[in-house]
């Protein structure tokens, strides 16, 4: 198969996918799936002009030939790896939970702030959720350990002494474990938009804050995901 075939079975396979996400039975031309698909679906998003630009391309591969009917020029590499990574993805609907780091470690409120400054230095990580009775409390980070100390004199204190306080409340959003990948990054794009910063996402067995978590994604995670979409 050359590159204008691999091409070509591609973008069926893309406009397959989108049909599926615009729930469409009738005819929509191409343009018009990719707009409404862009509003259901973050790959579509992401890739909207390039999957504009390679209809354009697909027609010319399939509606323009020499007299022998062969394909005028041949897609690059490039190009038809592009394009099939965009099909995989659409095909593939990735869960959240593959890209959420895992397993989650978590402190406790009577916990001491050393203990749990030494747990998230070990776990090279600078947010770790506090839960108490099994259900989630607050996010303790290093800033607001770093706070704290610069506040009290005394270095010795529980978890309880600094995640409790009203300025050291963190925007937390809980997912069940079948929620999409495309979700997590609607998630923090609406947090920007609203002003409301999002400090994590919390993925447990039924998205529900008594449970304990499976994975937790944090903005420090969003370069692994972007690069896969």
């Given at each position: 198969m050359?590159?204008?075939?691999?091409?070509v079975?591609?973008?069926?396979r893309?406009?397959k996918?989108l049909?599926?996400?615009?729930?469409v039975?009738?005819?929509?031309?191409?343009?018009?799936?990719?707009?409404?698909?862009?509003k259901?679906?973050?790959?579509?998003?992401?890739n909207f002009s390039?999957?504009?630009?390679y209809?354009?391309?697909?027609?010319?591969?399939?509606?323009?030939?020499?007299d022998?009917?062969?394909v005028?020029?041949q897609?690059?590499?490039?190009?038809?790896?592009?394009?099939?990574?965009?099909?995989?993805?659409?095909e593939?609907?990735?869960?959240?939970?593959?890209?959420?780091?895992?397993p989650?470690?978590?402190v406790?409120l009577s916990?001491?702030?050393?203990?749990?400054?030494q747990?998230?230095?070990?776990?090279?990580?600078?947010?770790?959720?506090?839960?108490?009775d099994?259900?989630?409390?607050?996010?303790?980070?290093?800033?607001?350990?770093a706070?704290?100390?610069?506040?009290?004199?005394?270095?010795?204190?529980?978890?309880?002494?600094v995640?409790?306080?009203?300025d050291?409340?963190?925007?937390v959003?809980?997912?069940d474990?079948n929620r999409?990948?495309?979700d997590?990054?609607?998630a923090?794009?609406?947090?920007?938009?609203s002003g409301?910063n999002l400090?994590?996402?919390?993925i447990s067995?039924?998205g529900k804050?008594s449970?304990?978590?499976k994975g937790i994604i944090?903005v420090?995670?969003?370069?692994?995901i972007?690069?896969?979409i």
């Amino acid at each position: 198969m050359d590159n204008a075939d691999r091409f070509v079975e591609a973008f069926v396979r893309i406009e397959k996918s989108l049909r599926e996400i615009a729930s469409v039975n009738r005819f929509m031309k191409f343009h018009q799936l990719v707009d409404i698909c862009s509003k259901k679906n973050t790959v579509v998003k992401i890739n909207f002009s390039k999957l504009l630009d390679y209809a354009d391309l697909r027609n010319v591969l399939v509606h323009q030939r020499d007299d022998n009917n062969d394909v005028l020029a041949q897609p690059t590499d490039n190009a038809v790896e592009a394009i099939e990574k965009v099909a995989t993805q659409l095909e593939d609907d990735k869960k959240a939970i593959e890209f959420a780091s895992k397993p989650v470690r978590v402190v406790r409120l009577s916990d001491t702030l050393d203990y749990a400054y030494q747990a998230m230095y070990r776990l090279k990580t600078t947010k770790i959720p506090v839960y108490d009775d099994n259900c989630f409390v607050n996010l303790l980070t290093m800033e607001s350990i770093a706070n704290w100390l610069i506040n009290n004199e005394s270095k010795i204190a529980t978890v309880a002494d600094v995640v409790e306080g009203k300025d050291n409340v963190n925007k937390v959003i809980f997912f069940d474990i079948n929620r999409r990948l495309g979700d997590v990054i609607d998630a923090f794009e609406n947090g920007l938009v609203s002003g409301t910063n999002l400090s994590a996402i919390i993925i447990s067995e039924n998205g529900k804050c008594s449970d304990y978590p499976k994975g937790i994604i944090t903005v420090y995670d969003l370069p692994k995901i972007m690069s896969y979409i």
